[in-house]
C-alpha cells in the first residue's frame, strides 16, 4: 500500500503539471474505443430480433421489414432507420436447411417406424412439411439475422444512428 500510493501520487503530480490533456484525452477515447459508435444508445439484442422474427423494423417494431417475400425496405417507412445496411446473404438459408434438417429427419424415422405409411404418402407429407416449414422459417430467421446486425452495430447499422 505504501508502495502503491507514491507512485500514484508521483505520476499523478507529474501528469498534471506537464499534461492536463491526457485526461480528457483518455475520457474522450474511451467510449470511442469501445464497441459501437458513441452517439447510439444501447441497443438490447432480443428484442431486436423478435422484432425482426415479427418482420418488423427492428427499431421501431411497427413499420414492416420487408418490401416482398425476402427484399427488405431500404429505409424504414415508420421511423426512417436505414435497413440497408444488412447483409444477411446466405445466413438465413443455412439457419432454415438447420432447422428444417433437425425437425424433419427425426421426425421421418418416427413416422415410419410407428405407423409405416404408403411411401407416397410418406413423401407427399414431407415434402409438403419441408417446403412449407421452409417458407415460413425463411423470412422470419432473415429478419431475426437483420435485427441481431442492428443491435450489433454491425455492417454501418451504427453509422445512421
Ligand atoms: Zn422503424
Known amino acids: 500500500m505504501t508502495e502503491i500510493s507514491p507512485d500514484i501520487a508521483t505520476e499523478t503530480s507529474e501528469a498534471d503539471p ?7 484525452a483518455e475520457g474522450v477515447s474511451l467510449p470511442g474505443s469501445g464497441s459501437g459508435p458513441t452517439s447510439d444508445p444501447e441497443r438490447e439484442l432480443w428484442p431486436a430480433m423478435l422484432k425482426g ?10 413499420g414492416p421489414l420487408m418490401r416482398g417475400y ?14 440497408h445496411h444488412q447483409r444477411a446473404d446466405d445466413g438465413p438459408a443455412y439457419l432454415t436447411i438447420l ?7 427425426p421426425l421421418l424415422l418416427v413416422v415410419f417406424e410407428i405407423w409405416r405409411p404408403e411411401p407416397l404418402v410418406l413423401f407427399t407429407i414431407f415434402a409438403v412439411g419441408c417446403v412449407g416449414l421452409s417458407l415460413y422459417l425463411l ?4 429478419g ?3 435485427g ?5 452495430f454491425m455492417h454501418g447499422f451504427g453509422r445512421s444512428g
Open 18 to 24: 506537464n499534461r492536463p490533456a491526457p485526461e480528457a
Open 53 to 62: 422474427w415479427r418482420l418488423k423494423c427492428p427499431s421501431c417494431g411497427s
Open 70 to 83: 425476402l427484399t427488405v425496405t431500404p429505409v424504414c417507412p415508420v421511423c426512417r432507420e436505414e435497413l
Open 99 to 105: 432447422i428444417v434438417g433437425h425437425l424433419m429427419a
Open 139 to 142: 423470412p422470419r430467421l432473415k
Open 144 to 146: 431475426a439475422m437483420i
Open 148 to 152: 441481431f446486425q442492428w443491435a450489433r
